[in-house]
């Protein structure tokens, strides 16, 4: 009997440790670096430097990620790629999030299948009232790089999801980021248009994986004929406090023209 009770504690234990060990993985503050090199000799020298975050969910966006993403480069943009909350997220956490976030640089957001449960005026007076964009399927001129525009679309949640919307007028840019929270939405996009860099969250990696196995493909970044592709495993969680085999991350993309 005593022999049971120690495998039984053992157990007990190693479970325990086991979930601490996933608990605290969940809050690493993971920033990764990609870069993406554009012919021009125009430009020659000059870059844009784009930091994009999605899947914030219930965490705290705090002054030690600021430093970590100001550590290399100063930052001209930031994307917001939806899941910027859920429900009973406090408002007040969000406006904190997003003053956080706007300290790096001009903020666009677009809206994930979660946000609208902490209530959309309130998000969307949020955003504006940083002096952030909310990306309403329309596309707009990147601050300071008029060669370059950011299109966003609404998530396919919503019902409101206008890729048309979103491409309209695309032609006068040289150069597109588009973003939308759901990846699934770029094979229809790449039917109509084909942007320089494509953006998405929502699938967290699948959140908790087990080797290669996983309910969702682990986030990637991939280039390919100097186009890039970045699915992210996203910096919260949601229904489970737990992250493995899919770390946490936000990212920051050095695009220079060489």
Not at 66 to 83: E, N
Not at 104 to 130: K, S
Not at 216 to 222: A, L
């Amino acid at each position: 009997m005593i022999t049971v009770n120690k495998t039984i504690g053992t157990l007990v234990s190693l479970m325990i440790g086991f979930i601490g060990f996933m608990f605290v993985s969940a809050r690493r503050r993971n920033v990764i670096h990609h870069s993406l090199d554009i012919v021009g000799e125009e430009l020659q020298g000059k870059s844009l430097s784009v930091f994009f975050i999605s899947d914030i969910h219930r965490r705290k966006i705090d002054d030690k990620l600021l430093a970590k993403v100001q550590t290399v480069r100063a930052i001209d943009i930031v994307i917001i790629g939806g899941d910027l909350a859920e429900s009973g997220v406090p408002l007040t956490r969000i406006a904190e999030n997003i003053r956080k976030l706007a300290q790096l640089g001009p903020v666009f957001y677009i809206w994930g299948n979660n946000d609208r449960e902490a209530g959309e005026q309130e998000i969307r007076d949020i955003i504006t009232r940083n002096g952030g964009k909310v990306l309403d399927n329309e596309n707009v001129t990147i601050p300071g790089h008029p060669s370059w525009g950011i299109a966003g679309t609404d998530d396919p949640s919503s019902g409101n999801v206008d890729i048309d919307a979103a491409l309209r007028y695309i032609d006068k840019y040289e150069n597109v980021i588009f973003v939308t929270h759901t990846p699934s939405l770029f094979r229809k996009v790449e039917q109509m248009y084909q942007p320089r860099i494509m953006l998405a969250g929502h699938t967290h990696g699948g959140q908790i994986r087990f080797g290669k196995f996983g309910l969702q493909e682990k986030g990637t970044f991939r280039k390919e004929n100097g186009r890039a592709k970045l699915i992210s495993n996203g910096y919260g969680t949601t229904t489970l406090p737990l992250r493995l085999g899919a770390p946490p991350e936000c990212h920051v993309i050095a695009i220079r023209y060489v």
